[in-house]
T-cell receptor, first 112, second 108 residues
Framework: EPEVTQTPSHQVTQMGQEVILRCVPISNHLYFYWYRQILGQKVEFLVS????????KSEIFDDQFSVERPDGSNFTLKIRSTKLEDSAMYFCASTSGEVEQFFGPGTRLTVL | KNQVEQSPQSLIILEGKNCTLQ??????????LRWYKQDTGRGPVSLTI?????NTKSNGRYTATLDADTKQSSLHITASQLSDSASYICVVRKALNFGKGTSLLVTP
């Protein structure tokens, strides 16, 4: 069964460093999403991406964040200068355009 | 202000028992309402998706209801199993408003 994959599973970084979180969506999907979940809190929407551009983004997704689909398979989230409060689980999701989204297993980002 | 409120915050039930989780929302405009199951440390997995015109939808032992007039939804779990222990999250579209979830623990 096809699934969304994410790498790395855990990323530790120093405050101020740049990180890139990677996702491989399900191959025939067209819509891609990033979410984050701070420990013990609810899942928060960050950004949606369709047709090689951002279709929707939340207030959390400020200038420190960017997304890219560098090739036909990867979908990346870059945080330019990490802050302590960026520590969270980051989930990628994809959908074919049907309503159901498929989530990846997440990347745990720890900013020291 | 969170526009999706879930209750209870946590719940402990005995294996084999039924339970019902609640979701109230004030999100507008409304597109659809989804229930997800999230195991600890994992990504959410979709259980049901309901549009405005749907009142009830089942997925195995999970049955979701939606009252668009009162803006309430429920998720009923029948004959609970140990593997049902997880966080159950209600998500309301548009703008992907997530509830904080109900943490369910099923004990033997």
């Amino acid at each position: 069964e096809p699934e969304v994959t994410q790498t790395p599973s855990h990323q530790v970084t120093q405050m101020g460093q740049e990180v890139i979180l990677r996702c491989v969506p399900i191959s025939n999907h067209l819509y891609f999403y990033w979410y984050r979940q701070i420990l013990g809190q609810k899942v928060e929407f960050l950004v949606s991406f369709y047709n090689n551009e951002i279709s929707e983004k939340s207030e959390i997704f400020d200038d420190q964040f960017s997304v890219e689909r560098p090739d036909g398979s990867n979908f990346t989230l870059k945080i330019r200068s990490t802050k302590l409060e960026d520590s969270a689980m980051y989930f990628c999701a994809s959908t074919s355009g049907e309503v159901e989204q498929f989530f990846g297993p997440g990347t745990r980002l720890t900013v020291l | 202000k969170n526009q999706v409120e879930q209750s209870p915050q946590s719940l402990i039930i005995l294996e084999g028992k039924n339970c019902t989780l609640q979701c109230n929302y004030t999100v507008s405009p409304f597109s659809n309402l989804r229930w997800y199951k999230q195991d600890t440390g994992r990504g959410p997995v979709s259980l049901t998706i309901m549009t405005f015109s749907e009142n009830t939808k089942s997925n195995g032992r999970y049955t979701a209801t939606l009252d668009a007039d009162t803006k309430q939804s429920s998720l009923h779990i029948t004959a609970s199993q140990l593997s049902d222990s997880a966080s159950y999250i209600c998500v309301v579209r548009k703008a992907l408003n997530f509830g904080k979830g109900t943490s369910l623990l099923v004990t033997p």
